[in-house]
């Protein structure tokens, strides 16, 4: 019996189904009415996706049917980060979305300050953009993950490891 329980709070998300979204959404954007002559693009890179359209009301409707598309697939909302759109030649508008993965370091203090300041008994350490919360109490470490739920933060947050 291990005199200690563990458990790692991390921001992350399963890359592949975000590129079978993606393909969800060149799909439906190539077969749709409204979309099929705005020569709408998709190009997913590894930390961002960029959307090239063909106005504001066709840019809307690819990120509707993207938060659509992420959603069905399990996929946070929370990990895209839209740009503000800007203006390409010839009437045409590219908005980046950045794709968020990881604890920023400020953000993995404020958890960890949250944590130590309301479950007296749990020592957190951060680890890269990670965050490790240890306890002699599996009860404790409940009450951390409820509390960490009930945060309202820009990320998304998974809990791993949990032994």
């Known amino acids: 019996m291990a005199d200690s329980f563990s458990f790692d709070v991390v921001s992350d998300f399963d890359r592949q189904e975000l590129v079978n979204a993606v393909d969800q959404v060149r799909r439906e954007v190539g077969q749709r009415y409204d979309l099929k002559d705005s020569a709408s693009e998709l190009d ?3 930390n961002e996706l960029t959307i090239t359209t063909a106005s504001e ?3 809307q409707a690819v990120t509707d ?3 659509q598309k992420a ?5 946070s909302l929370k990990i895209f980060d839209f740009q503000t759109p800007e203006s390409v030649g010839g009437n045409r508008l590219r908005q980046q979305v950045k ?3 990881g604890l920023s370091q400020e953000l993995a203090k404020k958890l960890s300050k949250t944590v130590r300041d309301n479950v007296k008994k749990v020592t ?3 680890q890269g953009e990670s965050l490790r919360v240890t306890s002699k109490s599996k009860n404790d470490l409940q009450q951390v993950i409820t509390l960490l739920k009930a945060e309202e933060l820009e990320v998304p947050l998974q809990f791993e490891n949990y032994r």
């Open 71 to 75: 959603t069905k697939r399990n996929l």
């Open 44 to 46: 997913l890179q590894e």
């Open 99 to 101: 794709l968020r993965r």
């Open 57 to 59: 009301m066709t840019l």
């Open 65 to 67: 049917v993207l938060r």
């Open 124 to 126: 957190v350490a951060i």
